[in-house]
């Protein structure tokens, strides 16, 4: 997963804003065709990942001006930045798995549900590898195994997938609580925004 950068006010660059601007858009471009699990795996960790920078980051821009590049040289700032991506992440993951599942089941008679176990806690197991600290590597799986025995595969995909991680990144968001009272409802819209996107493109991609 991204998100692992240590900025310095004297080390950005036009080709830092360069990186940055591809990161945001290259969630919404038109991708390979999902034709099997393998493919559905990889669309489930990078488009996870991309709503997850995307939002996180646009949120403490816009909350904290143009001077918000400067609180990345601050260690405190940066590990409670760490802290929200990565619980923000994991309900993301969640979330995506889900849909995708619950909507191949709708339109492609999927009935393999197990498989969204085994998918989840693959990619959950390889961002250890990438500095996901092990207790929210374990929160998450807990999690999500909680939410599956509960899930209902018929509607799901259909019934406000994606709140969940737009609370999480109302919860997580490491934002004063008075401000993001205030910032609620943009907040969550702004998560849920990017998510129809990827939403419509999965619908685009699927070929199950």
Do not use: C
């Not at 997938?161 to 008075?178: D, G, H, Q, R, V």
Request: hydrophobic share 40%; proline share 2%; no cysteine.
């Amino acid at each position: 997963m991204a998100l692992k950068y240590r900025f310095n006010l004297k080390d950005i660059k036009l080709e830092d804003f360069k990186v940055y601007l591809l990161a945001m858009f290259k969630g919404i471009l038109p991708k390979k065709k999902i034709k099997n699990f393998l493919d559905l795996e990889q669309f489930i960790q990078k488009k996870s990942a991309w709503v997850t920078q995307v939002t996180l980051y646009n949120y403490l821009k816009t909350r904290m001006g143009t001077k918000y590049v400067l609180h990345f040289d601050n260690d405190v700032f940066i590990d409670s930045i760490n802290l929200a991506k990565w619980n923000i992440y994991i309900v993301s993951l969640q979330d995506l798995t889900f849909f995708t599942f619950s909507y191949i089941h709708n339109n492609f008679n999927l009935n393999d549900f197990e498989k969204s176990k085994r998918i989840y806690e693959t990619i959950i197991d390889e961002e250890i590898k990438n500095g996901m600290p092990e207790d929210i590597a374990a929160h998450g799986k807990k999690t999500f195994f909680e939410r599956y025995e509960k899930i209902d595969w018929k509607k799901y995909y259909n019934s406000l997938p994606f709140n969940p991680s737009a609370l999480a990144l109302y919860k997580w968001a490491p934002i004063a609580e008075e401000l993001k009272t205030l910032d609620r409802k943009i907040v969550l819209n702004s998560m849920i925004l990017k998510w129809d996107n990827i939403k419509d493109e999965f619908i685009k991609l699927i070929k199950f």
